[in-house]
């Protein structure tokens, strides 16, 4: 074969490392208010265009702009943000014990806190969502008790989960919040088939899947594409693109090939891509998206994009593969400043409320943490007869006396 | 001879493979730039490039599928699954493919991968980062499991498991990468840095696969196990003072079971253990192998100390650990039947 030379081999790199300038140039960021907004019952193909732009609200004034500002109930503006302070001063006071040694694992949401929370002020009662490890945001913006949160977290006697999760893989049915698997990628296609079923029974919940850029390399992702594509269940498909994934760039998933939001295509659901640091972007669109699958229209995937400001969890130091200064660079700023300034532009909150707030939730987290504490820190206080509960539901014989040669 | 911790003796092992064959590729999740979650490639990419040590997709069934192509192709591939935990997604690629593929093919087409994976427990890492899976690879003919427990068999067995013409699992325990752990989670953690196994020699050498070692010469009772228990066996012996054999199989599958059965035929009594859980675990397959050969030997009933049967909880861990009070306990219990 005279006309072909040897063959090489690409691994993508992304655009810099540490040490190197932080580089968002090729990053491509549209003008707030410019992308449109199709009918709810648009089909897939007429929409193609909505996976490679990126869905804005927020102008750099502040101003909800186009045609995705929708009208916002001002008491979901106010406890939007009130929510998004309330996860950043969880994520601190965890971290914190983390670092005390009063818990072994802690990961933080920072940066992608509208996500969550945007999109569970956009869904009702009984909804379920499939979520990974960073949408505490779904939890803390409900009524769930932090002080079970944080027992969780110290594994000790009040722990809802007997001891047995690592820290943060919370679980509450009540709370729509499905429990976290540790296992990337697995809760997608669980999602689909909840929604499937609730199909079948003609009730008239839904459900969210929640995964990361990374993770949808997972052949799970992809088995939960095609379901959706195949039964059109009523499944909102998030996919949060923080960039990164431990020390692997969004690349590494193939994003530099096409965006997350162009997986949907090959399958034909409809597909959108939007700022994840905008609240008013993630409201609006989360809402359109339940519409549809309220309405029997079938699923919707979202990719939001936003940056993991956080090290991965407290096992991980960053700075070994990507610049320090990169988060600072990042073109979609702080979820909690846009909004932030948006409600001051409105003349619904002021710096003063903003301290305020702040004040409070760390008041609020900090009294809370001393009463889970009082419960036990890292594993005091759980039972050692609980390894053998609920591993089925009524208990085999050969588990009883594995139970009693323990001794307990 | 150089002082090298587990996770140094890994990477030097396949350092030593990249280096003396072009075939040999490293891949898994964050093991290229970054150089690994528990930091066994570290430097590797630098060294040999981005074709020969590179960063995959987070899928675990195409790290091992990809590692297969490449295999079926001529190389010899060295790939890592982050935590045993997430090897599931690769099993099948595992059990239907790569095990078989020299058998449906009669030979036509082979697998030679080797798929390292850290295991075992000890991390405070609740159910995702803690399992011992090990019985689900050996009861699958065509693979061989490997579970080493020092630096030094670490790197000999790695290499040998890269130059095997079959696909290997090779399983880290974790709770060793930094020192032999002993059970007691409550005691200051030791190091590899005084002790003899973490004298592992610089350049190229094998520890033969199949092969178990004996780490302690004893009269009474039999010892087999693996991995992190080889050490908490250590403890139990020097805390009971009973006088033990201790074998660590090092190669669960295909395994040594002369040395097994010479050891148990001397002593007369056996307890096997594993961190893993007990129904269907690796220990029944031994305990069956020993009573085939060794029955008329027998003094006492085969003792198994392992993981209790539920899935490794987070909190209760050192309830969960079979560490050297339990052991110590089984000891006893076997030395007082007459
Ligand atoms: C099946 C499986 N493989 C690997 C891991 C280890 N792991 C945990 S988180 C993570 C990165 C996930 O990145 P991404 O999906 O982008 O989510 P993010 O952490 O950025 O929120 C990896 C590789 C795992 N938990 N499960
Ligand atoms: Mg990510």
Redesign the pocket.
């Known amino acids: 074969m005279p006309d072909f030379g040897p063959l090489s081999f690409k691994v993508p790199e992304p655009p810099v490392r540490p040490g190197d300038e932080p580089d968002f140039s090729d990053f491509e960021v549209p003008k707030a208010g410019t992308v449109r907004r199709p009918e709810v019952d648009a089909d897939a193909d007429d929409m193609k265009d909505l996976a490679t732009t990126m869905i804005r609200v927020l102008n750099r004034d502040g101003e909800a702009v186009g045609p995705w500002a929708i009208d916002m109930d001002r008491e979901v503006l106010l406890h939007g943000l009130r929510s998004m302070l309330r996860t950043r001063a969880f994520d601190e006071r965890m971290m914190t014990l983390q670092r005390q040694g009063k818990t072994s694992f802690y990961m933080k949401c920072t940066g992608e806190e509208a996500i969550a929370i945007g999109q569970q002020l956009a869904l009702s009662q009984g909804d379920m969502n499939f979520p990974?490890y960073?949408q505490q945001g779904l939890l803390l913006c409900q009524d769930y008790p932090v002080v079970d949160m944080i027992c969780q977290i110290l594994s000790n006697a009040r722990d809802p989960l007997r001891g047995r999760q690592l820290p943060i893989m919370y679980s509450s049915k009540k709370h729509g919040f499905f429990t976290i698997s540790?296992?990337?990628?697995t809760q997608y296609i669980h999602a689909v088939g909840w929604a499937m079923a609730s199909a079948i029974k003609g009730d008239t919940k839904i459900a969210a899947a929640w995964?990361?850029?990374?993770?949808t390399a997972?052949s799970d992702f992809h088995a939960a594409l095609v379901n959706a594509s195949v039964y059109k269940p009523p499944v909102v498909l998030n996919i949060?693109n923080?960039q990164?994934?431990?020390s692997s760039f969004q690349g590494l998933a193939g994003g530099d090939s096409a965006t997350f939001a162009e997986r949907a295509h090959g399958y034909g659901i409809p597909s959108l891509r939007v700022d994840g640091n905008d609240f008013m972007a993630v409201h609006a669109v989360s809402k359109w998206a339940i519409e549809r699958a309220r309405r029997n229209l079938g699923p919707t995937l979202i990719e939001w994009v936003t940056y993991?400001v956080a090290p991965?969890s407290t096992s991980d130091d960053p700075s070994k593969y990507r610049p320090r200064e990169e988060s600072e660079a990042w073109p979609l700023g702080d979820p909690v400043l846009r909004l932030k300034n948006h409600l001051i532009g409105l003349g619904l909150w002021s710096e003063e409320r903003h301290l305020q707030a702040e004040a409070e939730f760390d008041e609020e987290i900090r009294v809370a943490t001393k009463e889970a504490e009082s419960y036990g820190v890292m594993g005091g206080g759980s039972s050692a007869r609980d390894i053998f509960e609920d591993v089925y539901k009524d208990m085999p014989p050969h588990l009883r006396a594995q139970r009693q040669k323990m001794g307990v | 001879m150089v002082q090298m911790t587990m996770i140094e003796a890994v990477r030097s092992a396949m350092d030593v493979m990249l280096e003396r064959d072009d075939n040999v590729v490293v891949f898994g999740?964050?093991v290229g730039y970054f150089g690994g979650v528990f930091r066994c490639t570290a430097g590797l990419q630098k060294k040999y490039g981005t074709s020969r040590v590179f960063d995959s997709p987070?899928n675990?069934s195409g790290i091992v599928g990809a590692g297969i192509g490449m295999a079926v192709y001529g190389l010899r591939p060295c790939v890592e699954v982050?935590?045993a935990d997430?090897i599931y997604?690769a099993y099948d690629q595992l059990v239907s493919e790569a095990a078989r593929m020299r058998y449906r093919s009669a030979g036509d087409f082979t697998a030679p991968i080797t798929i390292r994976s850290p295991c075992g427990g000890g991390i405070f890492g609740g159910q995702?980062h803690s399992q011992s899976p090990e019985a689900i690879f050996t009861h699958v003919s065509g693979l061989k499991t490997i579970v080493p427990s020092t630096p030094y068999d670490a790197k000999g067995l790695l290499i040998s498991a890269i130059e095997d013409d079959d696909p290997v699992v090779f399983l880290e325990p974790k709770r060793l990468y930094n020192g032999p752990f002993d059970g007691h989670h409550d005691k200051p953690a030791r190091n590899w840095t005084s002790h003899p196994l973490g004298e592992v020699p610089e350049g190229h050498y094998n520890v033969p696969i199949g092969e178990a070692a004996i780490r302690r010469t004893g009269a009474d009772v039999s010892i087999i196990t693996y991995g992190t228990m080889c050490f908490v066996a250590e403890a139990a012996v020097a805390e009971t003072g009973i006088d033990a054999e201790i074998i660590d199989l090092r190669t669960l599958l295909p395994l040594d079971i002369e040395t097994i059965s010479q050891s148990v035929s001397k002593t007369g009594r056996c307890l096997v253990l594993h961190e893993a859980t007990l129904t269907s675990g690796f220990g029944a397959e031994i305990v069956a192998q020993i009573q085939e050969r060794c029955f008329y030997a027998l003094e006492a009933p085969i003792e198994r100390v392992t993981g209790w049967d539920t899935p490794y909880p987070h909190a209760q861990e050192w309830d969960y650990f079979p560490g050297p009070a339990r052991v110590g306990r089984a000891l006893r219990s076997l030395m007082e039947v007459i």
Not at chain 1, 211 to 215: E, K, P, R
Request: charged share 25%; hydrophobic share 30%.
């Open positions: 990974t960073r540790g296992n990337l990628g995964i990361g850029d990374g993770s997972e949060v923080n990164w994934a431990i993991r991965h | 999740e964050d987070i675990e982050q935590f997430y997604p995702t």
